[in-house]
T-cell receptor, first 115, second 117 residues
Framework: GAVVSQHPSWVICKSGTSVKIECRSL??????MFWYRQFPKQSLMLMAT?????????EQGVEKDKFLINHASLTLSTLTVTSAHPEDSSFYIC???????????FGNGTRLTVT | AQSVAQPEDQVNVAEGNPLTVKCTYS??????LFWYVQYPNRGLQFLLK??????LVKGSYGFEAEFNKSQTSFHLKKPSALVSDSALYFC???????????????FGAGTRLAVHP
């Protein structure tokens, strides 16, 4: 079945540095990818939606200059957390779909810890 | 406002007993409803969905869900729980994005299912 690979699975970084998270669709072309953030014992909050070749659409309250999303190809989207702070520590999950109405496949998530 | 509610933070059930995880929704128009399961430090796995048709939807791992329009509910059920079913379960509804011309999922807060041997 369709697989979405997310890398790294966990990362620890120092405050002020930037971290890049990759989301790849391994056996299908993902026209749309979604990025979520999940706080402990809470639900997934959609951060942004990216369509291949166009700018990402950010949810209200999400800083687009802090959470840079690039969807340069049909199989890869990246989320870069710039100038990370401890409050950015969270579990980040991506999902991808081939086309509108097609199933949504999730990556295994990335646990980011900012010290 | 469009939303999904999972009224129970945790559901405890003995192995072999039936289980129910509750979900209610509030959307305009016909709802597209989903159930996902999440294991620790993992992404979400799709269980089942309701788009249209039969109100009882069968999904993966023996789970099923019943769509009830009058009660705006989409409860997840399984006739006989397994210890391995212990996980975090999310109900979700698909809603149109206000801009961009596509849909997005709104998730409930999640319900932790604990199945005891």
């Amino acid at each position: 079945g369709a697989v979405v690979s997310q890398h790294p699975s966990w990362v620890i970084c120092k405050s002020g540095t930037s971290v890049k998270i990759e989301c790849r669709s391994l056996d299908f072309q993902a026209t749309t990818m979604f990025w979520y953030r999940q706080f402990p014992k809470q639900s997934l909050m959609l951060m942004a939606t990216s369509n291949e070749g166009s700018k990402a659409t950010y949810e209200q309250g999400v800083e687009k200059d802090k959470f840079l999303i690039n969807h340069a190809s049909l199989t890869l989207s990246t989320l870069t957390v710039t100038s990370a702070h401890p409050e950015d520590s969270s579990f980040y999950i991506c999902s991808a779909r081939e086309a509108p109405g097609s199933p949504l496949h999730f990556g295994n998530g990335t646990r980011l810890t900012v010290t | 406002a469009q939303s999904v509610a999972q009224p129970e933070d945790q559901v405890n059930v003995a192995e072999g007993n039936p289980l129910t995880v509750k979900c209610t929704y509030s959307v305009s128009g016909n709802p597209y409803l989903f159930w996902y399961v999440q294991y620790p430090n993992r992404g979400l796995q799709f269980l089942l969905k309701y788009i249209t048709g039969d109100n009882l939807v069968k999904g993966s791992y023996g789970f099923e869900a019943e769509f009830n329009k009058s009660q705006t509910s989409f409860h997840l059920k399984k006739p006989s729980a397994l210890v391995s079913d212990s996980a975090l379960y999310f109900c979700a509804v698909r809603v149109p994005h206000l801009s961009g011309g596509y849909n997005k999922l709104i998730f409930g807060a999640g319900t932790r299912l604990a199945v005891h041997p």
